[in-house]
T-cell receptor, first 111, second 116 residues
Framework: GQNIDQPTEMTATEGAIVQINCTYQ??????LFWYQQHAGEAPTFLSYNVLDGLEEKGRFSSFLSRSKGYSYLLLKELQMKDSASYLCAVSPTSGTYKYIFGTGTRLKVLA | GAVVSQHPSWVICKSGTSVKIECRSL??????MFWYRQFPKQSLMLMATSNEGSKATYEQGVEKDKFLINHASLTLSTLTVTSAHPEDSSFYICSARDIGTSGEQFFGPGTRLTVL
């Protein structure tokens, strides 16, 4: 079966760094995506990893280890507006481009 | 670029009626669109993959006769919830994949369906 796990909730302080982990077990692997979703809104794209290593994009970085079935999203210099759900999604099959989403992590940033 | 719209943004209907939700890619062509539903405080659950010019592919457990999907053009897919019941109340989100990208999906703003 397909299984993607993330912590349910995390809390961090404004200005701090937080790491959100994602582990996956899927029938195949064609890329891993991170999305941010504010309550009642659509998810917005943050990052994409298909090869092992770190991808950096401003305050956000994402890491992938395919051999371990593991990824993390790193958020630096946290701001109040970063309070949102963070969704890890794996595309298991080449050609269909469908995603399997993880459970999502609700991040609360405190002043 | 890469904007996806959904209409309506919210709808309230009576039990037994049918509701149509439109998903449009505004500035790109999408051979593939996806329909998800999301319950409060839960993640997105893929319902079906909508392919332009062919039948949709439904995920296990999703009733194809209940959730009718039509992908009539490269920029439009519709989801019709037939004979809606209160348990169909949910947040429905579509996404579209740009032909020219590596697989990234762009999401619409979602449609909040409430069935009374």
């Amino acid at each position: 079966g397909q299984n993607i796990d993330q912590p349910t909730e995390m809390t961090a302080t404004e200005g701090a760094i937080v790491q959100i982990n994602c582990t996956y077990q899927t029938s195949g692997f064609n890329g891993l995506f991170w999305y941010q979703q504010h309550a009642g809104e659509a998810p917005t794209f943050l990052s994409y990893n298909v090869l092992d290593g770190l991808e950096e994009k401003g305050r956000f970085s994402s890491f992938l280890s395919r051999s371990k079935g593991y990824s993390y999203l790193l958020l630096k210099e946290l701001q109040m507006k970063d309070s949102a759900s963070y969704l890890c999604a794996v595309s298991p099959t080449s050609g269909t481009y469908k995603y399997i989403f993880g459970t999502g992590t609700r991040l609360k940033v405190l002043a | 670029g890469a904007v996806v719209s959904q209409h309506p943004s919210w709808v309230i209907c009576k039990s037994g009626t049918s509701v149509k939700i439109e998903c449009r890619s505004l500035d790109f062509q999408a051979t593939t669109m996806f329909w998800y539903r999301q319950f409060p405080k839960q993640s997105l659950m893929l319902m079906a993959t909508s392919n332009e010019g062919s039948k949709a592919t439904y995920e296990q457990g999703v009733e194809k006769d209940k959730f009718l999907i039509n992908h009539a053009s490269l920029t439009l897919s519709t989801l019709t919830v037939t004979s809606a019941h209160p348990e169909d109340s949910s947040f429905y989100i579509c996404s579209a994949r740009d032909i020219g990208t590596s697989g990234e999906q762009f999401f619409g703003p979602g449609t909040r369906l409430t069935v009374l």
